[in-house]
Nanobody, 122 residues
Framework: QVQLVESGGGLVQPGGSLRLSCAASGTIGHTNVMGWYRQAPRKQRELVARIGSLTGTNYAASVRGRFTISRDNAKSTVYLQMNSLKPEDTAVYYC????????????????WGQGTQVTVSS
């Protein structure tokens, strides 16, 4: 069984920064792809970024250059550093993990965290 626990969400002004953390427990190794997804009100859940030792990193076009995903394998933790935040980044952010090391880019994760709210507003 895999558990993913997010932290670090909150309220931030436009142009500000936040760092999200996701601690994984269970059968998650350094080759498993992990990532961050988000869901804004009245919108579908979308990929923000994902990382894997064999796949490298992938980012949504809307966050590339502003967000950075990273991973500490020793701590089984994945991070999302979010800079230059915009109101349109407001969403519930979910940590996710795949069973495999090479999931197709559009495939859905196998495990999800409970989500953390990020609100960008003045």
């Amino acid at each position: 069984q895999v558990q993913l626990v997010e932290s670090g969400g909150g309220l931030v002004q436009p142009g500000g920064s936040l760092r999200l953390s996701c601690a994984a427990s269970g059968t998650i190794g350094h080759t498993n792809v992990m990532g961050w997804y988000r869901q804004a009100p009245r919108k579908q859940r979308e990929l923000v970024a994902r990382i894997g030792s064999l796949t490298g990193t992938n980012y949504a076009a809307s966050v590339r250059g502003r967000f950075t995903i990273s991973r500490d394998n020793a701590k089984s933790t994945v991070y999302l550093q979010m800079n230059s935040l915009k109101p349109e980044d407001t969403a519930v952010y979910y940590c996710a993990a795949f069973r495999g090391a090479l999931p197709a880019l559009g495939s859905q994760p196998d495990y999800w965290g409970q989500g953390t709210q990020v609100t960008v507003s003045s």
